[in-house]
């Protein structure tokens, strides 16, 4: 059997499936039959047969009514199996410790994956004003300092490829312009960090460094912190703890598998 790529022919079913579960967990509301069959364009019979089955597997769970559904919680056990599986995650998760140990703001772990991050851990601000995330939440990567660090690492024209246009705008401070874009990455290159400067959530600003297991990298490392409590000292102490926590893990690259 010939696996070239222009033999691949997708199985609808199969891509129906991943299609209706990929919109469930991007938007984490009920669904009304009705609303999901327009939101994939899938006729309701047939969108209906699948969520039966998904239903009775456990990737999808209806309300009392069994007309409104929600992801399940079978699809729990497939993102915590990622983790678990990962290695990169494990040998990061002293890094992450460490920064929260000594800043107490929210730390994260983001990978790239097309033209957003995905957040694949974090840890808490211990303060009452703290930004709001979730492992598994998906932000565009223009927008994040996350993002940037790892953008960063691809020549600009294929930063341009990467990314979808026109960049969405999620707060007035969002970097949308093409050209803007570009000098923010050269900043990164030459500086060695990131920073989102309330360019995903007003108030927050937020600092970022690849983490150099890859080349080009594919996850990075930040700290955010509400503009309120943001010093010059504060600053300049979390860029140098991101170089030295996460710029010195270049010679941990020989304990990760293959």
């Known amino acids: ?8 022919q997708p199985v609808k079913s199969a891509g129906r499936t991943l299609d209706l579960l ?14 999901l ?7 309701k019979s047939s969108l209906h047969g699948l969520l039966r089955t998904l239903v009775s597997r456990g990737w999808v769970q209806t ?15 497939v993102g915590a199996a990622y983790l678990d599986g990962d290695d ?41 004003l703290r930004l709001y995330s979730a492992i ?21 024209t294929d930063v341009d490829q990467m990314l979808t246009w026109p960049l969405a705008r999620l707060t007035p401070h969002t970097v949308t312009d093409r050209e803007a874009l570009h000098a923010a990455l050269a900043t990164v290159r030459n500086t060695g960090h990131a920073v989102d400067r309330e360019e995903n959530a007003e108030g927050i600003r937020c600092f970022a460094m690849a983490v150099p297991l ?36 270049a010679q941990a690259r020989s304990m990760l598998i293959a």
């Open 1 to 8: 059997m010939s696996t070239a790529p222009d033999d691949f």
């Open 22 to 35: 990929e919109l469930l967990a991007d938007q984490p509301q009920t669904w009304a039959l009705g609303d």
């Open 37 to 43: 069959a327009r939101a994939l364009a899938i006729p």
């Open 63 to 77: 309300d009392e009514s069994g007309t409104r559904f929600r992801l399940g919680l079978r699809a729990l056990r």
């Open 88 to 128: 990169r995650v494990g040998l990061l998760s002293g890094v992450l410790d460490e920064l929260s140990r000594r800043f107490g703001e929210a730390v994260h772990l983001g990978r790239l994956d097309g033209d957003q991050v995905v957040y694949l851990a974090k840890r808490e601000s211990v303060h009452r």
């Open 136 to 156: 598994g939440r998906r932000l565009p990567a223009h927008a994040t300092a996350l993002g940037k660090a790892l953008l960063a690492g691809h020549p600009d």
């Open 214 to 249: 890859a080349n080009p990298a594919v996850d990075a490392v930040s700290v955010s912190v509400p503009v309120s409590r943001l010093s010059p000292e504060l600053e300049a102490a979390i860029v140098a703890a991101l170089r030295e926590l996460v710029g010195g893990l």
